[in-house]
């Protein structure tokens, strides 16, 4: 991969993702913005830095676009930047944004890239709304974007802008990402042929899409070739007058901030206080909740592992945290409620007044409770039934500086193409986790050792700047590179 720093551009970063960079909060007339500190804000921070052949001038802030909150009215006049931002609001009526966010984006794209057609609801309202929604992201970059800047793309909320700004802007660069599972063919066809022709094209308006896994990037090539008839060479689709790159960068976390903090005291703290409080073995999970991470599949998997290993009674507990989300919407309210009484179940059948097997808790948590878990527990369970990558296994196994622990991963995440030294479990198969979680108990500290250490050296090595730096150099490159596959 050749080094970003080598090349050079004139222009601005613009982000455009369904979320803004910061919080927003009003008090007394005033707003305070809190940075989020996720991933991607951390990622685009490492393109603009202070040295001078750092790819964006660092005296430009950062633009992004993202859907406000907050009414226009309340953030009349408000400055709405910080050191390293400078944010865009988009404005969308509840209408539009019910039938957009609610209805296409999480009732239609996120059931069918997971797999669950049968949860996907097909309403032309969501996908008129789509449309209009995808257009007021783009009205607000038109007020934004100048010649030289650098547009990124963010998810399946925003499939349709990449082309829309295309059009208008034929010389910005454009680079798309998709954060979810593209789905095979036979799922992405369940589409009215309107609607997956407008993704598709919408997608190849950028110079580079890119996906987590190879797995997805083929199955987008067989929907570009099939919906829109475009052919690719080694994944460089030739247009009539550009050409895209279509490839796979598996998004990764920022490794040495995990790392390092195994030490900080809050983290000590939490872990020693989990370890005196807990049982003799302690497995951990945390994930949003959502019927993709398999929690019910998961607590079925430890409720057999109860059931046939009844030696591990009373000496293990499992804590696991679910983190509320989309908990307006019946379908995940419904979900709680099988996951609160599958939890009530297991307790009162297998718990007595000195042991409880499973500690639930349903809340967010703080970085130094999360790293604090991290690196007490013995086994972190990780069971999506469908995951585009997953992040959470890639923290445990960056935080385990102490290179102990055992990561029990799906093989339905995209994350388990990386890290095979893990025990691959299918979370459907109750049997398989049960095993699995006997194994982690019973494997020696050297194979541990062994396995953490594998995984860790690639986390380390493709960590989040790694990832932000390998997209943008293929953006960047895309030309050359090109000219130079033509001639071998
Ligand atoms: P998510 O579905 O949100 O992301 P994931 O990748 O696991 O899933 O990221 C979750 C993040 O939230 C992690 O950074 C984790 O630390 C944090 N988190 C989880 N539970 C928490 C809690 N209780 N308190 C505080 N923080 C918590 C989507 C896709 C994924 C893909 C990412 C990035 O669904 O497959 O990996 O985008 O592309």
Request: hydrophobic fraction near 40%.
């Amino acid at each position: 991969m050749k080094d970003l720093k080598q090349t050079e551009n004139s222009g601005r970063l613009i982000i455009v993702a369904y979320r803004l960079p910061f919080k927003i909060v009003r008090e007394n007339d005033q707003v305070q913005l809190f940075q989020n500190s996720g991933g991607l804000v951390s990622a685009v921070l490492s393109l603009v830095n202070e040295q001078e052949d750092s790819m964006f001038k660092s005296d430009d802030k950062i633009q992004w676009i993202g859907f406000s909150e907050n009414t226009r009215e309340e953030l009349e006049g408000q400055s709405l930047a910080n050191d390293s931002f400078q944010a865009h609001p988009v404005f969308i009526n509840d209408d539009v944004n019910e039938n957009y966010y609610e209805g296409f984006c999480n009732n239609l794209l996120w059931p069918l890239c997971h797999y669950f057609p049968s949860l996907a609801r097909f309403d032309d309202a969501y996908f008129e709304a789509y449309q209009i929604a995808n257009k007021l992201f783009f009205e607000k970059l038109d007020e934004v974007i100048q010649p030289g800047d650098v547009v990124w793309v963010q998810d399946y909320q925003l499939m349709l802008l990449p082309e829309m700004i295309r059009q208008k802007y034929p010389d910005n660069k454009i680079g798309f990402f998709f954060h979810i599972p593209f789905p095979s063919f036979e799922l992405f066809r369940m589409l009215p042929v309107k609607w997956r022709k407008a993704l598709v094209d919408g997608m190849l308006g950028a110079d580079v899409v890119g996906f987590h896994t190879n797995d997805y990037v083929e199955y987008f090539l067989k929907a570009a070739r099939l919906v829109s008839g475009y052919g690719n060479k080694l994944h460089y689709i030739n247009m009539s007058n550009r050409i895209v790159k279509v490839d796979s960068f598996p998004i990764s976390i920022d490794f040495g901030k995990f790392n390092n903090s195994y030490n900080d005291p809050e983290v000590a703290l939490a872990r020693s206080e989990a370890r005196e409080s807990l049982k003799e073995k302690i497995i951990f999970s945390v994930d949003r909740l959502d019927y993709s991470k398999g929690i019910l599949h998961r607590l079925n998997g430890f409720k057999r592992f109860l059931e046939q290993y009844p030696e591990w009674h009373e000496r293990v507990s499992f804590v696991m945290v679910v983190v509320p989300s989309r908990d307006t919407i019946e379908q995940y309210q419904n979900m709680k409620m099988d996951i609160d009484q599958t939890v009530g179940a297991i307790n009162a059948n297998f718990g007595n007044i000195y042991w409880q097997p499973i500690i639930y808790q349903y809340r967010s948590m703080s970085y130094s409770e999360l790293v604090g878990m991290y690196t007490a527990s013995d086994v972190a369970l990780i069971t999506p039934v469908r995951d585009g990558m997953n992040l959470v296994c890639k923290e445990y196994v960056a935080s385990r500086q102490d290179v102990k622990g055992i990561l029990i991963l799906s093989e339905m995440a995209g994350a388990a193409a990386e890290l095979g030294e893990a025990l691959i479990i299918n979370p459907l198969d109750n049997q398989g986790i049960a095993d699995a979680i006997e194994e982690a108990f019973k494997m020696p500290e050297k194979e541990q050792i062994k396995r953490m250490t594998a995984m860790r050296e690639r986390i380390r090595d493709y960590d989040v700047f790694a990832w932000t730096n390998d997209f943008f150099t293929q953006m960047i490159m895309l030309e050359q590179e090109h000219e130079r596959l033509k001639q071998v």
